[in-house]
């Protein structure tokens, strides 16, 4: 089992950066594949970004791609969310999720994530 916190969020003007971490516990951080999701106010949540156990590969929400970097630390066990060129439309709570099992064509699928942070907030003001 692990568990996710997340930090990072806040007020930014559009156009900025935002980096967002999730801190996760205990030593098997490794074994663990991360995804970034977010929830705007009165919409579904919706996939962002994703990174394999290796770090090897990164999948992004067309909506982001471009503008976000996903990364982790193994060694700090944690999972970044490099946000540039911020817009309006990025509002939202900010995810952090972890699967134990390898990531797969559904990486996108909030399912394929057994556990979840609390989530941040993020505000981008135009």
């Known amino acids: 089992q692990v568990q996710l916190v997340e930090s990072g969020g806040g007020l930014v003007q559009a156009g900025g950066s935002l980096r967002l971490s999730c801190a996760a516990s205990g030593r098997t951080f490794s074994m663990y594949a991360f995804g970034w999701f977010r929830q705007a106010p009165g919409k579904e949540r919706e996939f962002v970004a994703a990174?394999?156990?290796?770090?090897?590969?990164?999948y992004y929400a067309d909506s982001v791609k471009g503008r976000f970097t996903i990364s982790r630390d193994n060694a700090k066990n944690t999972v970044y969310l490099q946000m540039n060129s911020l817009k309006p439309e990025d509002t939202a709570v900010y995810y952090c999720?972890?699967?134990?099992?390898?990531?797969?064509?559904?990486?996108?699928?909030?399912?394929?994530?057994?556990?979840w942070g609390q989530g941040t907030q993020v505000t981008v003001s135009s």
């Open positions: 999720a972890a699967s134990i099992r390898p990531l797969g064509i559904n990486y996108y699928w909030a399912g394929e994530y057994r556990y």
């Open positions: 990174i394999r156990r290796s770090g090897g590969s990164t």
